[in-house]
C-alpha cells in the first residue's frame, strides 16, 4: 500500500471528510463500497469517526450537525490542505479575496482546523497538524487519490491559491484547459472550469477514491441506493465516474489505467 508516513507539505491535500445526516448509514455504505472500518467517535470528538483500510486512517465520517442556531452542514466530501499555521493560513485566504467560514479552532491534540472558501466561493477546510497528520494511505483501491477544484475563473483560481498557500500550476499536457496543480514538483490536485461540467454547478472540490474497477465500483454503488451523475468514462490515465452516495455526498471513482494503456 502507498503509505504515508511523514506528513504531508504545505499546501497539499491532506485529509477528506463528509457531515452526513446519517452518520450510521454512511459508514455502512462507504464500509460496504471500499472496505472502511469505522465507528461514531467519543463526545469529545462529536462522534467523528476515522475510517481506516487495513488499519491506516483514510478518511473522516461525522454526524451533520446544525451550530448556533444554523442549518446542519450541506452532505460534502471537503478537502483539507495541510497547512503550518491554520490561523496564518485563514487570514492569508481572506487577504487574498477569499473567505473564512469557520476560524481556526483546536481538535483536541490532533491539530488545528479552519473551514474557508476560495474567491469563487469553493469550500475546503484547513489543516495544522500535531498528532494527526491525515490519510496513513493513499492511491490504493479505497483510498484518496486525487483532488480537484471545479471554478468559474481557472487563471484567478490558481493565481488565489499560489498566492496563499505557494501552490504551483502548470496546463496539463494531456488534457486541453485542465491545470495541475503542484507542490514541490510534485502533483497534488487539478483545476477546471464549470464550462465542463452540466449547467448550475457550484464551485467545488471534488474527491477522488482509487478503485480496482470503475464499472464495477458503480454497479455496487446503484445497487446500495447511491446515483451516478457521471458513468464511467476514460481518460489518458484512466477510467472515472462521478457519483453520489445515498445521502447525497457526491465523489469521484478513478481507475488506473493499465500499462498496455500508457
Given at each position: ?125 484547513l489543516w495544522e497538524p500535531r498528532d494527526f497528520f491525515g490519510c496513513e494511505v493513499v492511491n490504493e483501491p479505497g483510498a484518496l487519490t486525487w483532488n480537484e477544484l471545479a471554478t468559474t475563473d481557472v487563471g484567478g483560481a490558481t493565481a488565489f491559491y499560489s498566492a496563499a498557500f505557494g501552490i504551483e500550476a ?93
Amino acid at each position: 500500500m502507498s503509505e504515508v508516513r511523514s506528513g504531508y507539505a504545505p499546501g497539499t491535500p491532506c485529509w477528506v471528510d463528509l457531515m452526513a445526516p446519517d452518520q450510521r448509514a454512511a459508514l455502512d455504505f462507504y464500509r460496504d463500497l471500499f472496505g472502511w472500518q469505522g465507528e461514531p467517535g467519543p463526545p469529545e470528538t462529536g462522534g467523528y469517526a476515522v475510517c481506516t483500510l487495513n488499519g491506516k486512517a483514510v478518511a473522516g465520517i461525522g454526524p451533520a450537525m446544525a451550530q448556533d442556531g444554523q442549518p446542519p452542514p450541506p452532505t460534502v466530501w471537503t478537502t483539507y490542505l495541510s497547512v503550518a499555521d491554520a490561523e496564518a493560513a485563514a487570514g492569508a485566504v481572506a487577504a487574498h479575496r477569499g473567505k473564512v467560514v469557520m476560524p481556526a479552532m483546536d481538535v483536541l491534540t490532533f491539530g488545528r482546523m479552519a473551514i474557508v472558501a476560495d474567491p469563487s466561493d469553493a469550500v475546503l477546510g484547513l489543516w495544522e497538524p500535531r498528532d494527526f497528520f491525515g490519510c496513513e494511505v493513499v492511491n490504493e483501491p479505497g483510498a484518496l487519490t486525487w483532488n480537484e477544484l471545479a471554478t468559474t475563473d481557472v487563471g484567478g483560481a490558481t493565481a488565489f491559491y499560489s498566492a496563499a498557500f505557494g501552490i504551483e500550476a502548470e496546463p496539463s499536457p494531456e488534457v486541453p484547459g485542465y491545470v495541475v496543480l503542484k507542490v514541490g514538483g510534485q502533483p497534488v490536485g487539478g483545476v477546471q472550469g464549470l464550462d465542463r461540467l452540466p449547467p448550475g454547478t457550484p464551485p467545488h472540490w471534488l474527491t477522488y477514491f482509487a478503485v480496482d474497477g470503475a464499472d464495477t465500483t458503480v454497479d455496487a454503488l446503484v445497487r446500495a441506493g447511491g446515483s451516478v451523475l457521471q458513468p464511467p468514462f476514460d481518460m489518458v490515465m484512466g477510467r472515472i465516474a462521478v457519483v453520489s452516495d445515498p445521502q447525497g455526498g457526491v465523489f469521484a471513482v478513478f481507475e488506473e489505467a493499465g500499462p498496455e494503456a500508457a
